[in-house]
């Protein structure tokens, strides 16, 4: 079964800075990749996704990720935080080459915007 | 209004007592999804249904019971609560996968607000 990690665990940042989350995944087949968010208190919502094409793919409120297939890694980024981004971040797989319906999800980001 | 609702959002519970969350949709999605979400474990998928009358177990079934007579509704109920799944739980919906002429693709997952189930 696929897996998927994220390696960072609570990420502390002040506003204008450069964010990257790390997740790496386990899969050697066909993957369509996603990054959901969690802000305080809500449920997650879809932030970007990749299926094919372009590696780098851009997502909604200025955030982009990288698929790097060789690295089996799909990190996020974005280049200026806010303190509105304080939320927790998950990075997910789907197996598409298996054939697979589910979604797996990695521990989660959280991430913390100092005003 | 449309979208993914879940009931009760908030429950408080005993140990042993039989309890059922409830989750709709309103896009007629065929996937449906509950996951349970615990500190240092992110989301864990509990079962999942790929149409009326078709469920799967997930990574983490047991003690769970679901059932999908309808498209629309994905109950999950636990039949003998323990304290070890005092939890919040989410469902979740998609349409599954769509092929294109660029290869096949999964379609997101649209989760729902969420219920925080609390056993003493």
């Known amino acids: 079964a696929q897996s998927v990690s994220q390696h960072n665990h609570h990420v502390i940042l002040s506003e204008a800075a450069s964010l990257e989350l790390g997740c790496n995944y386990s899969?050697?087949?066909?993957?369509?990749l996603f990054w959901y968010v969690q802000y305080p208190g809500q449920h997650l919502q879809l932030l970007l996704k990749y299926f094919s094409g372009d590696p780098l793919v851009k997502g909604i409120k200025g955030f982009e990720a990288e698929f790097i297939k060789s690295k089996f890694s799909f990190n996020l980024r974005k280049p200026s935080v806010q303190w509105s981004d304080t939320a927790e971040y998950f990075c997910a797989v789907n197996a598409a080459g298996a054939g697979s319906y589910q979604l797996t999800f990695g521990k989660g980001t959280k991430l913390s915007v100092i005003p | 209004d449309a979208g993914i609702t879940q009931s009760p959002r908030y429950k408080i519970t005993e140990t042993g007592r039989q309890v059922t969350l409830m989750c709709h949709q309103t896009w007629s999605h065929s996937y449906m999804f509950w996951y349970r979400q615990d500190l240092g474990h992110g989301l864990r998928l509990i079962y999942y249904?790929?149409?009326?009358?078709?469920?799967d177990k997930g990574e983490v079934p047991d003690g769970y019971v679901v059932s999908r007579s309808k498209t629309e509704n994905f109950p999950l109920t636990l039949e003998s609560a323990t304290r070890s799944q005092t939890s919040v739980y989410f469902c979740?919906?998609?349409?599954?996968?769509?092929?294109?002429?660029?290869?096949?693709?999964?379609?997101?997952?649209?989760f729902g607000p969420g219920t925080r189930l609390t056993v003493l």
């Open positions: 249904s790929a149409a009326a009358d078709i469920t």
């Open positions: 979740a919906s998609s349409e599954g996968y769509e092929r294109t002429s660029g290869g096949v693709i999964y379609n997101e997952q649209f």
């Open positions: 899969y050697g087949g066909t993957v369509n």
